[in-house]
C-alpha cells in the first residue's frame, strides 16, 4: 500500500486526524518560540551542519578515533555491516551473560534493525521503556513518530490498554495516574534486567565518550541498575569534539519538543567497576547513502523530529502512513536509500513546500532531496514522459467533466501535465474541487487581438 | 575482511572532500545569571529553594529514607551508601552536589565523584541538588570549556525532574525518574 | 521606475493562467505598463516544464528548456505572475547543451511579478485605494524558495514583499492567519495524487482565512488559488480570490 491510500484512509477519521494536526503543530509552535529565544539560533544551524559537514569528510578517521579511545576507557566496541549482524552480536552479548530479559531505552536504530522480534524469537523478553515505546509496545504498533511515539493515540486508548495489560482503573483516563501505573511497572523491569540497551545520540570521536538524552530517566535507570550496558549506534552520530556537545545540545531538544534541553544528558566514557559497557557501530546502508552526492547530507541528521512536526502531510497522515521506521521527511529521503521500490511513493508524499529544510537544525535541504529522489524513483521505474503521454490523453478524455470545457482548452492546458494524472485527473480533482469556470479566450488569444 | 575493514574500506573509497571544521563563537547571555538560571529551573518545573526551607521540608518527616553527600545535609544521612545500586530502590531523598549550573537551561553538572553511584539521581524518589550561587556559566558553551579534559567515567547534565508528555501530550512530572528536582544555590 | 536605456520586459505566461486565468496575466502587463514598462508577450511561449520536473522527469524536459531559454533570450527581463515557474526555471530546469550562456542570462534576469516591482523597480509603495480586508497567501516556493517573504520557520527579521506592495493602499486590512505561512496542498501532481491529503490541507488553509473574515484571498501564485477556488466554490464558501497583480491593477491608476 502507498502513502496515498494511507493517508486517505487516516483522514476517513476527521476528529482524530484534525486532532494530531493540532497536537503536532503545538510542538512546531513550542520549537518556534523556544528557537526565538536564542538570538544566536541561524548561526547555531549553520554551525551544526558545518560540524556535520566536516564529520562526513572525514568519517572513517573519526570512527577509528572514537573506537580508539572508547577501547582505552574500557569500552567494548563491535562492528555491524548490516541489520542482521547487529542483532547477532546483541544477542551474542546477551547468550554470554546469560540473559534472557532485557529492558531497553529508545532507540530508532534498532527499530531500523528489528532487533525487539528478533530476540523476542531467541527467548528474550524485552521491554521498551520509554512510556510511549511501552504503549505502543503493548499494542504491537511501531513508534508513529521518532520522538514521540505514541502521539497518535489519545488517552482513552491508553487507559484502555492500561486497564488490559497493567490492571488500571478501567475508565481512569488522568495522565498522572497512568503514568505512575507505567512507572511502578518499568520500575520492576528496571531492577530485574542484567542487560540494558540504549540508543546513541552522540558519540565523541576525541574522548571515545557517547551522551544519551531523555526527558524520562529510563535510560540512565536501565543502565545503572543493570550489568551490560549495549548501546547501539549508526555510524553517522559521530561529532569530532566533547566541545560540539554545545552546539548539538543548544538544538536538539528546542527543536524535537520546545524545551531549552532534555533533563537528563548522560555522557558516558567508562563503565561503573565491576560492569561492561558495549558500543555496537552499524553501517546498515548508511555508507551507500555516504556515497551518493545528492543525499549524503541525510546522514547529518539528529533524530530530533522537527521536520515531522512541521510538515503538513506528516500531520495530517501520521507516521504509519510512511511505513518507514523512520517516517516524515528525513523518512522519505532515508527510506528510498535502503529500499526504493517499497519506499517509491514517499518522495511524492509532499507538496515540496520546504518547511521541513528550515526547521532542520543541521540544514538538511530535505525537500530539495525529495526532489532529487523522484527523478530516481522514475530513473529505476524505467518510465519516460513519452510514452505516458499516449496513456495520458486517453485517460482524461473519457473523463465526463473534460466535455464541459473546450478540447481545445483542455488539450492545451493538460497536455503538459504528467505521470500521475493518468486517471482521469479531472475525475480526482473534482472529487472535492470544482474546476475553475471556462474564460472566453485565453491570454494569447486576448493578447494577439488586443495588442499586436 | 571484518566488518569493520568493510565498513571503513567503504567509507575511504569515497575519497570525500574534507570540509573544515568552524571555529565556535563565545556565545553568551545578556542577562543576570542567577536570575535566568532561576526562571530555567521553574520552566523545566523544577524548584529552587533556600537551605532553610529544605531543612525544613526534611525534618516534617516528607522523606523518610534519605542520602545525603553534602556535608551541609549531612545529618539527615540515614542510608549507607551500598555496593549494589538496587539497594537504594527505596531512597526517598538524595542530596548531591552540583559542580556548576548552566544559566540558559538550567542543566546542572554532576560527575562519578559528585554522584557516588550513577544510579542515584534516576532511582530516588526526590531529588536535591545544592550548587554554589557563584558556580553559575551562561551556555553550554562555557559550560564544556568548563569540563574541559575531565575524564570522569560518567557525567551528567540534570536540568529537571523526570518528566513524560507521552499520553495525549499531557505533561506530567515523574516518569521513570525523581519525581522532583529541588536546587539549592548556596 | 526604471531609468534608460528603457529595458525590454518580456511576460512569461504559466500554461494554466494563459487558459483559466487570462485576467491575471492581462493585469501583470497592465500593471507593468502603468509602471513605465515596456512589455511584450512572445507568443511562442510554452510550458517551462515545471509539472514534469515536479513528477520526477526532470531529465525528459531539456528541449522544453532550451526552447523556453531561446524564447526569451532576446529580451532584458523576463516576469512571471507565478513564484514557482520561476523557482523551476532558475533551480530545476536541466543544463540546455550549446545554451550555457543564454541560460545563465536567463537565470540572472527572470523575476517573479512581486519581486520584480519590490526589488527591481525599486517600488516602496504604492499610491491606490482598496477597501478590502485582505488574506495573503504565501505560496510556498515564492516564500522559501524565492524568499519573497520571511517564514516563520527562521529567525529573521519580518519582511514581505507582496504586503509591502499593498499595505499602503488606501483601505487595505491586511489580515493576520492563525498559521502564517502553511502550504495550501496544490503541489503540483500533488493535487491528484494525494487528493484526500491536498484537499483537507486547503480546506485548513480557507478555514484559517474564513475564521479571520477575509473577504479577498490573494496571492502570487495562480496554481494555489486555483485550488483553493475550488474547494471554496465547492464548499459554497463566500470568499473572493484574486491575484496580486489584480489587486494592484483594480488599485493603482
Redesign the interface.
Known amino acids: 500500500m502507498s502513502?496515498?491510500h494511507e493517508?486517505?484512509e487516516f483522514?476517513k477519521d476527521p476528529a482524530k486526524?484534525k486532532w494530531h494536526?493540532e497536537?503536532l503543530?503545538?510542538?512546531r509552535d513550542k520549537r518556534?518560540k523556544m528557537?526565538?529565544t536564542?538570538?544566536?539560533?541561524?548561526?547555531l544551524r549553520?554551525?551544526a551542519s558545518?560540524?556535520k559537514?566536516?564529520v562526513?569528510?572525514?568519517?572513517?578517521d573519526y570512527?577509528?578515533e572514537f573506537e580508539r579511545n572508547a577501547v582505552e576507557?574500557?569500552i567494548q566496541i563491535h562492528?555491524?555491516?548490516d541489520a542482521e549482524?547487529h542483532n547477532e552480536i546483541v544477542l551474542s552479548i546477551l547468550r554470554k551473560k546469560d540473559c534472557t530479559a532485557i529492558v531497553k531505552s529508545k532507540s530508532i536504530l534498532t527499530e531500523e534493525c528489528h532487533l525487539n522480534p528478533f530476540l523476542e524469537k531467541h527467548g528474550v523478553e524485552v521491554v521498551d521503556?520509554?512510556?510511549?515505546e511501552r504503549?505502543v509496545q503493548f499494542l504491537n504498533q511501531p513508534p508513529s513518530h521518532i520522538v514521540?511515539?505514541?502521539?497518535h493515540?489519545?488517552?482513552r486508548e491508553?487507559s484502555e490498554l492500561f486497564h488490559e495489560k497493567l490492571n488500571t482503573e478501567k475508565g481512569n483516563e488522568d495522565?498522572?495516574y497512568?503514568?505512575?501505573a507505567?512507572?511502578h511497572h518499568?520500575?520492576e523491569k528496571?531492577?530485574a534486567a542484567k542487560v540494558a540497551i540504549t540508543g546513541v545520540n552522540f558519540g565523541v570521536a576525541e574522548?571515545g565518550?557517547f551522551v544519551v538524552c531523555t526527558?524520562?530517566?529510563?535510560a540512565?535507570?536501565g543502565v545503572?541498575?543493570a550489568d551490560t550496558h549495549i548501546a547501539s549506534m549508526g555510524?553517522e552520530k559521530i561529532i569530532?569534539?566533547?566541545?560540539?556537545?554545545?552546539?548539538f545540545?543548544?538544538l536538539l531538544a528546542r527543536s524535537a519538543?520546545g524545551?531549552?534541553?532534555?533533563?537528563?544528558?548522560?555522557?558516558?566514557?567508562?563503565?561503573?567497576k565491576g560492569k561492561e559497557i558495549h558500543i555496537i557501530?552499524v553501517?546498515n546502508g548508511r555508507?551507500?547513502q555516504?556515497?551518493r552526492e545528492n543525499f549524503r547530507n541525510s546522514l547529518k541528521c539528529i533524530r530530533c523530529g522537527a521536520c515531522m512536526n512541521?510538515c503538513?502531510?506528516y500531520r495530517?497522515?501520521g507516521g504509519f502512513s510512511y511505513k518507514s521506521t523512520v517516517p516524515g521527511p528525513i523518512g522519505s529521503i532515508l527510506s528510498p536509500g535502503l529500499d526504493l521500490k517499497k519506499h517509491s511513493s514517499l518522495p511524492?508524499?509532499?507538496?515540496?513546500?520546504?518547511?521541513c529544510?528550515?526547521?532542520c537544525p543541521v540544514k538538511i535541504n530535505i525537500h530539495e532531496q525529495l526532489?532529487l529522489w523522484?527523478?530516481?524513483?522514475?530513473?529505476a521505474q524505467g518510465t519516460?514522459?513519452?510514452g505516458l503521454s499516449m496513456k495520458m490523453g486517453n485517460g482524461i478524455f473519457k473523463s465526463p467533466l473534460s466535455y464541459n470545457y473546450s478540447g481545445k482548452?483542455m488539450r492545451?492546458?493538460l497536455k503538459?501535465?504528467?505521470?500521475?494524472?493518468i486517471y482521469n485527473?479531472l475525475n480526482?480533482?473534482g472529487?472535492?474541487?470544482?474546476?475553475?469556470p471556462?474564460?472566453k479566450?485565453?491570454?494569447?488569444?486576448?493578447?494577439?487581438k488586443n495588442?499586436? | 575482511m571484518s566488518s569493520r575493514e568493510h565498513i571503513l574500506e567503504k567509507i575511504r573509497v569515497l575519497k570525500l572532500d574534507q570540509k573544515p571544521i568552524p571555529t565556535i563563537p563565545d556565545f553568551g547571555i545578556n542577562e543576570d545569571l542567577q536570575e535566568r538560571f532561576r526562571a530555567s529551573i521553574s520552566s523545566n518545573k523544577g524548584e529552587m529553594i533556600t537551605a532553610e526551607a529544605l531543612i525544613f521540608k526534611i525534618e516534617s518527616g516528607l522523606f523518610p529514607n534519605v542520602f545525603s553527600t553534602v556535608s551541609d545535609f549531612a545529618d539527615f544521612t540515614n542510608q549507607p551508601l551500598p555496593e549494589d545500586s538496587h539497594a537504594f530502590a527505596n531512597l526517598d531523598l538524595a542530596i548531591l552536589r552540583g559542580q556548576f549550573g548552566v544559566a540558559e537551561n538550567g542543566a546542572i553538572w554532576l560527575e562519578d565523584a559528585d554522584l557516588k553511584l550513577r544510579v542515584i539521581p534516576f532511582i530516588t524518589e526526590h531529588l536535591v541538588v545544592v550548587l554554589d550561587k557563584n558556580e553559575l556559566v551562561p551556555t553550554m558553551h562555557q559550560a564544556y570549556d568548563r569540563i574541559g579534559n575531565a575524564a570522569s567515567g560518567f557525567g551528567l547534565f540534570i536540568a529537571g525532574p523526570s518528566k513524560t508528555a507521552d499520553i495525549e501530550q499531557s505533561l506530567v512530572i515523574g516518569a521513570q525518574g525523581a519525581k522532583s528536582l529541588i536546587v539549592v544555590l548556596i | 521606475m526604471i531609468n534608460k536605456p528603457t529595458p525590454h520586459i518580456a511576460l512569461f505566461i504559466p500554461c494554466y493562467v494563459d487558459q483559466f486565468y487570462p485576467n491575471v496575466a492581462i493585469a501583470t502587463l497592465e500593471v507593468l505598463e502603468k509602471l513605465g514598462c515596456k512589455v511584450s508577450y512572445p507568443t511562442n511561449q510554452t510550458c517551462c516544464g515545471q509539472p514534469m520536473a515536479n513528477a520526477g522527469f526532470e531529465r525528459d524536459t531539456v528541449g522544453t528548456t532550451a526552447h523556453f531559454i531561446e524564447t526569451f533570450a532576446a529580451y532584458d527581463y523576463v516576469i512571471c505572475p507565478s513564484g514557482s515557474c520561476v523557482l523551476h526555471v532558475k533551480k530545476h530546469s536541466p543544463k540546455a547543451p550549446g545554451l550555457e550562456k543564454e541560460q545563465a542570462a536567463l537565470h540572472d534576469k527572470i523575476f517573479e511579478f512581486t519581486e520584480f516591482l519590490t526589488d527591481i523597480l525599486g517600488i516602496e509603495k504604492l499610491a491606490g485605494r482598496y477597501p478590502h480586508r485582505i488574506g495573503y497567501h504565501a505560496s510556498c516556493h515564492g516564500q522559501r524558495g524565492l524568499r519573497l517573504a520571511s517564514c516563520s520557520e527562521l529567525h529573521e527579521p519580518p519582511y514581505n514583499k507582496a504586503k509591502k506592495l499593498l499595505e499602503n493602499l488606501e483601505g487595505l486590512q491586511w489580515v493576520e492567519l492563525a498559521r502564517t505561512d502553511e502550504c495550501c496542498g496544490f503541489g503540483g501532481t500533488f493535487a491528484v495524487s494525494e487528493e484526500a491529503l491536498s484537499v483537507q490541507m486547503g480546506k485548513d488553509r480557507l478555514e484559517d482565512h474564513i475564521t479571520h473574515q477575509v473577504e479577498i484571498l490573494t496571492g502570487g501564485d495562480m496554481s494555489c488559488i486555483m485550488h483553493l477556488q475550488g474547494i471554496a466554490s465547492r464548499q459554497k464558501q463566500s470568499i473572493q480570490f484574486k491575484h496580486l497583480a489584480e489587486i494592484l491593477n483594480e488599485a493603482i491608476i
Open positions: 502513502h496515498p493517508a486517505a483522514l486526524s494536526d497536537t503543530w503545538f510542538i518556534d528557537s526565538h536564542v538570538p544566536e539560533w541561524e548561526e549553520e554551525l558545518t560540524i559537514d566536516n562526513l569528510g572525514n568519517l572513517a570512527l577509528e576507557n574500557g562492528w555491524a555491516k549482524e521503556t520509554d512510556l510511549g504503549i514521540l511515539p505514541a502521539i493515540l489519545k488517552k491508553i495522565p498522572y497512568l503514568t505512575q507505567a512507572r518499568l520500575r528496571f531492577l574522548t565518550e526527558n524520562e530517566g529510563n540512565d535507570m545503572h541498575l555510524i569530532p569534539e566533547r566541545k560540539h556537545l554545545a552546539v545540545l543548544r519538543t524545551q531549552n534541553i532534555t533533563n537528563y544528558n548522560s555522557h558516558f566514557r567508562s563503565p561503573e557501530l553501517d555508507t551507500a555516504l556515497g512541521t503538513p502531510i495530517r497522515s511524492f508524499a509532499s507538496t515540496l513546500c520546504g518547511s529544510t528550515d526547521v526532489y523522484r527523478q530516481e524513483v522514475t530513473k519516460s514522459l513519452k482548452i492545451l492546458a503538459n501535465l504528467p505521470t500521475s494524472m485527473p480526482v480533482w472529487k472535492q474541487r470544482d474546476l475553475p471556462v474564460p479566450e485565453s491570454f494569447k488569444e486576448w493578447y494577439q495588442r499586436k
